[in-house]
């Protein structure tokens, strides 16, 4: 693959993992500031509303940890030169793919067969 479309895609990496650090302590924060506004109103609604808004925190930020670990990765495979090469079958992933997710980490075939099987 060409160093500058390598270049480019770092940039996007790092781009992408900033912002989602950014969220995920966004969302960090609000939880703080959810958790002491609590323990000022208690009444039973409040607190009901408040674990399903926690829950749901949580979810999300498990799949932000998840984006977060994949972007990690292909830095990483981007640092030790395997980057661009499916994990499964080994063959070079679509330039194009990579430059739309540059997290990708199967090609295409792959990640069309493993998506079929999931459903």
Known sequence: MRKRVLESIEKKLLKKRDQLLETIEAEEENEREGVESENITGDIVDEANSSYEQLVISRLTEKEQEKLNEID?????LNEGMYGRCVVC???IDEKRLLAIPEAKKCIECKAAEEKRRY
């Open 73 to 77: 990765e292909a830095l990483s495979r």
């Open 90 to 92: 080994g063959k070079s």
